[in-house]
Structures are given as structure tokens and as C-alpha cells.
């Protein structure tokens, strides 16, 4: 590959990752209303199969895409949903999982500042 290609590989990735960026809105309002349901233990079942579903999709594109830090949590995210969703969910493990929820949106709304 040659730098004039090397060059326009770059742009194509910065431009999906800018993208990408700029769609994060709908995904945090999304996570955000699944941890109100489980702060009012509203459907708790099917927002943790939720969680874990999106936390995947965040996982899987944000690692791709070149946010190593994102898709980590997203992945610790997705491993904690599934196990919770597997097991008798108490207090105390849902809390561990909303912490992990809050982390992971603060540094999906920290990526996504400069493009406010």
C-alpha cells in the first residue's frame, strides 16, 4: 500500500469513526432508560437481555472502530448483564452493574464532546 492509499484508508476510518461518534446520542438515551427501569425494578428481566445486546453491538464496533477503552467496558458491561441475567439478580449485582452502565456512558459522552 502506498502513502496516497495509506492517506485515503485513514480518511475512510476517521470519517465512520466521526460518524459513529456523532450516533452515540441515541445509544446513551437508550441505556439511559434501561437503567431507570432497573432503578424502579420495572421488566428488570428483559432490560438486563437488553443491556447485554446493546453493550455487544458497542463492544464489538467500538473495539473495531479503534475505542480499545470502550469496548472493554462494553464487554465487561455485556459479561455482567449476562450473568445477571442468568442468575437470581439481587440488589447489590444490579447495583455493580448500573456503575458499570454510568462508566461506560461517561466515556461515551466524553468521546462524544467534540462533536456537540
Not at 485515503?8 to 431507570?36: G, H, M, P, W
Not at 432497573?38 to 453493550?55: G, Q, T
Not at 458491561?77 to 456503575?99: D, G, K, M
Request: aromatic content about 4%; some cysteine.
Amino acid at each position: 500500500m502506498n502513502s496516497e492509499e495509506h492517506r485515503e484508508l485513514d480518511d475512510a476510518v476517521s470519517s465512520i469513526q466521526s460518524k459513529y461518534l456523532k450516533n452515540l446520542s441515541s445509544k446513551i438515551e437508550c441505556f439511559e432508560r434501561l437503567l431507570i427501569r432497573i432503578e424502579n425494578n420495572n421488566e428488570v428481566s428483559s432490560a438486563l437481555i437488553e443491556i447485554k445486546e446493546n453493550s455487544h453491538r458497542i463492544y464489538g464496533i467500538g473495539a473495531t472502530l479503534g475505542f480499545e477503552r470502550l469496548g472493554e467496558i462494553a464487554r465487561r458491561v455485556e459479561a455482567t448483564a449476562a450473568e445477571l441475567s442468568q442468575a437470581t439478580s439481587n440488589r447489590e449485582n444490579l447495583r455493580r452493574l448500573v456503575l458499570l452502565v454510568e462508566e461506560m456512558l461517561d466515556h461515551m459522552k466524553h468521546l462524544q464532546q467534540p462533536f456537540l
